[in-house]
């Protein structure tokens, strides 16, 4: 499975980015995927994670700003985020717990990270 993510950039304070997250390759069936960031001096945190059948989990700094969301037939996650502060700036990585066939292991992928500049 690759996972490529993209929509990172510039933005003011207050405006908003949208992220995609493509899933391609040969794989049986994708889980649970999640959005991480990791920003300079900091360890790399959950910021979002959404598994079939299940609500979505925030990050406590994000409720209320940030919405992820998946577009199966596409195999695409994405992640809306609001109201954006400059605390935001950070990498941010795509994650998909998937496995290669039915009989398969889960194993967990990691896409590229994306980089979110926010200037106050």
């Known amino acids: 499975v690759q996972l490529q993510a993209s929509g990172g950039g510039l933005v003011q304070a207050g405006g908003s980015l949208r992220l995609s997250c493509v899933a391609s390759?040969?794989?049986?069936?994708?889980?649970?995927m999640a959005w991480y960031r990791r920003s300079p001096g900091k360890e790399r945190e959950l910021v979002a994670d959404?598994?079939?059948?299940?609500?979505?989990n925030y990050a406590d700094s994000v409720k209320g700003r940030f919405t992820i969301s998946r577009d199966n037939a596409k195999n695409t996650l994405y992640l809306q985020m609001n109201s954006l502060k400059p605390e935001d700036s950070a990498s941010y990585f795509c994650?998909?717990?998937?496995?290669?066939?039915?009989?398969?292991?889960?194993?967990?992928?990691w896409g590229q990270g994306t980089l979110v500049t926010v200037s106050s």
């Open positions: 994650n998909a717990e998937a496995r290669a066939t039915s009989w398969s292991n889960w194993r967990t992928y």
């Open positions: 390759g040969s794989f049986f069936e994708i889980d649970a």
């Open positions: 959404l598994k079939p059948g299940s609500s979505a």
